[in-house]
């Protein structure tokens, strides 16, 4: 089986973990320190401060730029439901727009007309590695003195007009198994703020600076030095994972681009394709099915929108349409695009969508 997502571990990883092991340093160490100082040059921001998750960056991001209970917070409701979750657990009300067709990303229109007087932030998500229209939603957050927050989680190293994402507002990224590098868990917050780093690193901490001195209610939302041994060795590596990537989907686009609907790539950005996500707009599960009977892993992201899930049915979000997201939840699939796939690998892909879609052999599609 071909699998949607295989993280790499290489003899680097491991060396580095075992290095921390003998250490004995576990746990908020000089590895801690080290990834963030990496990840912050790599992005090209002064700060980057780790924690224990994407989920608990964005927790963190939110706490640190003082949203709260009255706040609102407008997000996108195509998205892993830890966007939207973080915005709940500050006591602060998520606000959905709807998505771009093409692109999955938080439409900006569709987010300026959801602005009102308790409007506070805007999360935008880079889905998939495609990164959102940073130039409109800077100008939206200057214009109505809006927090921007980056949900980069999925886009380590893309690109807007030569920028990295993370560095517009203030980012966070996940570690998570299936992202372009990971740590194992982990997240970071990236900023060029010094007020919010150091509340960021505040709050992780159990809102200590000095051992047993609290100044806040605070977190265990710490890194350990063992995923960021990790982290350390993977970034090492992102940009090769990066470029393997772009150019599985270049190779998918080129063959895949009369049967379905491959995701474009808007000029001026860099889409790192932490998932390859086409439209089916007829019987996807049908073809879900077919392909894994071909040894073909795939994924639905998302097959419920956020506004649906039953925790937001409560706060009446149910009640709100979205057509652009609810007709994408019923026609994405993801296909593997991950870096350790090889060209047979891909011919076995395309060969699998075209046996289903055109009814042809899989040998006349494979090169």
């Keep these: 089986m071909i699998p949607i997502a295989r993280p790499f571990i290489g003899e680097e990883e491991k060396q580095a973990v075992l290095a921390v092991l003998e250490s004995g340093m576990l746990a908020q160490g000089p590895q801690v320190q080290a990834f963030e100082e990496a990840f912050a040059e790599y992005c090209g921001v002064r700060y980057a401060v780790a924690t224990s998750s994407g989920t608990t960056a964005l927790h963190l991001a939110l706490l640190a730029h003082g949203i709260g209970p009255g706040d609102e917070v407008i997000t996108s409701p195509f998205s892993f439901v830890a966007t939207a979750n973080a915005v709940c657990y500050v006591g602060a009300r998520p606000v959905f727009a709807d998505i771009d067709p093409d692109t999955f990303n938080l439409n900006p229109d569709q987010t300026e007309r959801r602005i009102t007087p308790r409007t506070k932030a805007i999360i ?25 927050i980056e949900d980069a989680c999925q886009a380590h ?130 073809l879900r099915e077919k392909l894994r009977a071909a040894g073909v892993d795939t994924a639905v992201y998302y097959p419920v929108p956020i506004h649906q899930q039953k925790p937001y ?33 891909l011919d076995r892909i395309v060969a699998g969508v075209y046996r289903y879609v055109k009814g042809t052999d899989e040998e006349q599609y494979s090169s």
């Design 157 to 286: 190293g893309a690109e807007f007009q030569g920028r990295k994402v993370g560095t517009f507002g203030t980012g966070c990224f996940s570690f998570y198994p299936t992202k372009n590098m990971i740590s194992a868990e982990g997240g970071m917050v990236t900023t060029n703020d010094p007020a919010i780093a150091d509340r960021v690193r505040l709050l992780r901490n159990h809102g200590m600076r000095q051992r047993y001195y609290h100044e806040t209610l605070g977190y265990n939302f710490r890194m350990t030095d063992l995923h960021a041994a990790i982290g350390l060795a993977q970034l090492g590596k992102l940009e090769q994972f990066n470029q393997v990537r772009i150019a599985n989907a270049s190779y998918l686009t080129a063959h895949l681009t009369d049967v379905v609907s491959c995701p474009p790539v808007r000029p001026g950005v860099r889409h790192v394709f932490n998932q390859y996500t086409v439209r089916v707009t007829h019987r996807r599960d049908v």
């Design 313 to 345: 049915q409560e706060l009446d979000c149910s009640q709100e349409f979205y057509p652009v997201t609810e007709i994408a939840c019923k026609q994405v699939l993801s296909l593997p695009v991950h870096p350790q796939l090889s060209r047979a690998d």
């Design 124 to 148: 935008t998500v880079h889905l998939f590695g495609h990164p959102a229209d940073m130039a409109r939603f800077l100008d939206i957050a200057q214009r109505y003195n809006l927090t921007l």
